[in-house]
């Protein structure tokens, strides 16, 4: 059978008749031209002399066309308007969904693009509008402020937020004016919850009286805790639960009343916070918040003089200004106060000073302001993929647009109103902005809860939870939207001032694109290559970056160590049993096969904070009055061994080191070379806060990392067990082989020894590092996504302008062949001109990169960010893309017939 | 093509299409080929003449094509009279009569 249609097709080819009219034309006309065929066959014609009849009959289809073009002039057949706007709108919306689904091509990547842009936005400022600019469910967080000391010398150390003791606290609480209400609290601790199971890890806040009051939020249910149930250490045994604990532990059923067992000390649930509360940190929050009165019924060791003693600072205190006050009037009296407070309490602190800071300020990441400038990358970062997709939408519109002036002339000539036709357009624009819209909502929804699952899934109900926000949403629809219409709208409008005879004739010469409407598709080309690249290079660099922290040496070898948190107090055991436990776990499990050493030490990596604990002895008398920040560990024997901390200098802990012996202490090189010329401290004494002896140094280690992996270094010492009984350690297992290989070993150790011993975290080395690289993680992975986003979008657009353009300059290429021009000069031609706008977009996504880069230099891992790797990686693709982008039209190009374009 | 052909056919071709239509909706082929088999070879419609009038009919709002299909054959443009066609074929071929009784008193009378 022949193939009538291509024959039709070809017949028609440049005919100005719409893609729906065309494709019924050539229907139509192969299948008359298909049966005259057959006809002739069986009048005893031979096939070739059939053809040629048929092709002759067939002929010129000029008149075919005209008629067909008036045909579809007159379109849309339905009755004419009868004035109520609904049924107009229905029938437009009818024709509208008609051309789009005549358009395939054409709406898949509009809706496409539409719909990543609209996603990608949706997904990014619902997260940022979560941690930054709505951080705090809590009345009028501008007038909030927080209280902490600063060190006068900060030395290069980490940490100079410090805590206050809450002693000193209550000093501010009674004499201070600044503020209407001032509260304090200590950060989620790790308790051990009861259960009908067993025990279960949850987090509780230790606040004191004022803290809800301060805040100014309602509880869901219930009550919140009142300065009247603090006024004792010991009283109030109450709790307030979270929201999500409260759905979690009670589903939902009332709570009040009802009993909660937190390391073994009931507590009276006397509310729930309301939905989304975490307290004062934006990501993570507790599942009770707990009088701080209870403190030392519920954590004994940690909460030992807490309530009294002035040295033991670790409460956070923040307060709600007085209207008129700023939080520098209200610095310098804290400060004045916290002075006085020093003198009549003694003279320990006096290089410390305190400083009041607007919350908002310090929950945008203080001072660095890493959380911002993280959030400030991705938005602009989106923002120009949302800027990049409108671009992609909007060329691709002026391309249809352009393609359609024919169709546009035809239809005016045939008296048409421009009205009308703007209206019929904007009916198309409001159908693929309404499928752009619903595809990039589920792309949005999508997008937060893929970003939910790189959160540890073992604390998901503590974290901070991204639900997609109705205003974001509005406004990247809205922006999108704006973008549709204006687009769409461009070829309507020009049609209104079409001359229909040149609109004809152009539409035959050059399928109606202007000079004008070339450089801005060239420019918007070029833009787009550039965020492209931009894109694509910080991708590879955040994740060279990751890749980098993972060969970070956090000082101690994570690989083959795996860790388990424990708190014997917690189910009632006594002093002397707790020391037994440890000393009996220690032996069993390093007895065990596959175990090299184990060992046990307060407090897990990269969860230290440091406090000011540390007084030296003997040094100048200014230094000996002053307290030092530094991170605290209580230690048994074998931690350094198993850690695989290096011993610079001294020796290790040994079981001698006891209550009976004369107190020791290990400090790393960090604290030695601080300290003492040429880091000599072996031998040195010092003082811990809140000990009334002073400690010699035995041994100086290597830095690790305390808080965060390739931390700046921090002062650390360490402690033996037997001269500083803590009542809640880890264990720390160094396996022959990997991390996670005696795990259930150790657990069934535990086990044997107490079924009810409640293990509240287990983890590998591995793990540890991994979680801590979490933000990183989540960052190299949605650039990654952008880039790719930002790559395929770039490329869709080269093809499409390419593609384009060849078919615009098709007769060109006729002409230049039947002139004896070479396939292979054709193809330099085309490249030629389809790299132009990719030279220069690679230029300026050059220099963005080098602007960003710097910006970027903060969050790195141990990596320039101007690494040439990353820079060459993001060239090298997108020229490989803009290639094959352009190559494919060119290609295609050479293979026009000169003689089909000619005629 | 001969002349008289030709010259028939402007004059006739609505007409001929808009009568073969009244009885049933056809296809452009099937109206090609009944013209071509009822005048017996003497005139003759092909692709470039018979489509352009039925888009000048549609257009006029005469006729109107639908697409249909049929179990086992293929999907066709199916063209049928509207109500406005029924009465421009009613008043054309009262036209057309008169006409050709003119014409034919006049050759009549020239013979007599």
Redesign the interface.
Known sequence: MRDWKSEVRQRLENSGLDGSSEA??V???A???D??YD?LLRAGEDDETASRIVRS?????E??S???I??QA?APPEPASNGSWLVDLWRDLRYGARSMRHAPLFTFFAVLTLALGIGANTTVFTVINSLILHPLPVADVSQLAVVYKTQAKTNGQANTHLPVSNADFTEFENRQRSFSSIAAYLGPQVLSLRTQEGYARAFGVFVSGRYFETLGIVPVLGRFIRQEDVLAKGSAPVAVISYNAWRLRFQGADPLGRAVVLNGTPLTIIGVAPKNFLGLDVFFGPDFWIPATMGETILPTQFKQALTDHSKDMFQVFGRLRPATSATTASSEMDALSVAVNQQYGDRNDAARVAVRPLLHELRGGDGGGLVIGSVVLLAIVGLLLAVACANVANLQLARGASRTGEIAVRIAMGARPTRLVRQFLAESLLLSLAGCALGSLIGYGGCRLLWSFLPSEVSANLVSFKLDPVVWFFTVGVSLATVFLFGLVPALRAAQIDVLSGLKQAERSGGRTRRARVFTQTLLAGQVAFSLVCLATAVLVFRSVQRAYHIDPGFNAHSLSIYMMNPEQIGYDTPRVKEFYREIRERVSSEPGVASASWASGLPFWNRASQSVRISGAGEQQKSSLLPAINFTVDVGYFSTMQIPIQRGRVFQLEDNENARPVAIINEQLARERWPGGDALGKELELAGENKPRQVVGIVGIANYTTLGEAPQNCIYVPLRQKFSGGMTLYVRANGAGGSVIESVQRNIRNFDPAMPVTDTRTGDKLVDDTLFSPRMAAGLLGIFGSLALLLASAGLYGAMAYSVKQREKEMGVRMALGASARSIIATVLRQGFKPVLWGLGAGLLGFVVLSRVLSRLLFGISPLDALSLGAGVLSLLTVAFVACYLPALNATRVDPTTVLR | MSTADQEWKKGSAELLILSLLEARPRHGYDLAKLIESRSAGALSFHVTTIYPLLARLEERGLVTGRWEEKPEQRRRRYYSLTTKGRKTLAIQRTGWKEFVRAIAQVLESENA
């Open positions: 019924e034309t229907e139509e006309l299948q008359h031209a049966d005259r006809e009959e067939l002929g010129r289809m008149e075919v005209r008629s067909r008036r045909r007159s």
